[in-house]
């Protein structure tokens, strides 16, 4: 059984640019969601999406975007990057979407 | 809103050491209560999880009990290794919607001498 995976690992942008990261869901997971990890905080949510729909959004703005596709892999993209958007971004899947959430590795983003 | 709290850190404890790490938490309904910990430059892994009242978690030597009396879900284990040094977060899951978001900790940094 694969675990979830998130690509890139590491990326490094800067303030304006636009950013897309990948996660696949572990096999069988139809729930992806997305949260932000702040240096020395505890991560924050974002989104999740169920079934290629949005199920839910956290206290987070709209250049802050995703998507699902038919195969439960997700997209976060965020739009006009700025400092503060650095992070560890995480990705979780779960199935369905009221269950317990397995964890990516995560990207890193860095913005200069 | 739901919110969860964990005592202060950092955690530094010597091998074999007793831990217990605090948490406690506010949330409408009856939220799932997770353990989750982070080693060093990965994700998040689940260590346990209770979804009621009094329902006991455990996981490698870890336990939590989910006690909705005193809204608190504490982590223990009775013999800490090297191994254990990581960041700790507490979390809960709000059951109230259609979704199941995470609300988490600040996280505490335990660090196990040998």
């Known amino acids: 059984e694969t675990g979830v995976t998130q690509s890139p690992t590491h990326l490094i942008k800067t303030r304006g640019q636009q950013v897309t990261l990948r996660c696949s869901s572990q096999?069988?997971?139809?729930?992806v969601s997305w949260y932000q990890q702040a240096l020395g905080q505890g991560p924050q949510f974002i989104f999740q999406?169920?079934?290629?729909?949005?199920?839910g959004r956290g206290n987070f703005p709209p250049r802050f975007s995703g998507l699902q596709f038919p195969n439960y892999s997700s997209e976060l993209n965020v739009n006009a990057l700025e400092l503060d958007d650095s992070a560890l971004y995480l990705c979780a899947s779960s199935f369905p979407a009221r269950e317990t959430q397995y964890f990516g590795p995560g990207t890193r983003l860095l913005v200069l | 809103g739901n919110s969860v709290t964990q005592m202060e850190g950092p955690v530094t404890l010597s091998e074999e050491a007793f831990l217990t790490i605090n948490c406690t938490y506010t949330a409408t309904g009856y939220p799932s209560l997770f353990w989750y910990v982070q080693y060093p430059g990965e994700g998040l892994q689940l260590l346990l999880k209770?979804?009621?009242?009094?329902d006991k978690g455990s996981n490698k030597g870890f336990e939590a009990t989910y006690r909705k009396e005193t809204t608190s879900f504490h982590l223990e284990k009775g013999s800490v290794q090297v191994s254990d040094s990581a960041v700790y977060f507490c979390a809960l899951s709000d059951e109230s919607g259609a979704n199941s978001k995470l609300t988490f900790g600040k996280g505490i940094t335990l660090s196990v001498r040998p």
């Open positions: 209770a979804t009621k009242a009094d």
């Open positions: 096999s069988g997971h139809n729930t």
């Open positions: 999406y169920y079934r290629e729909e949005e199920n």
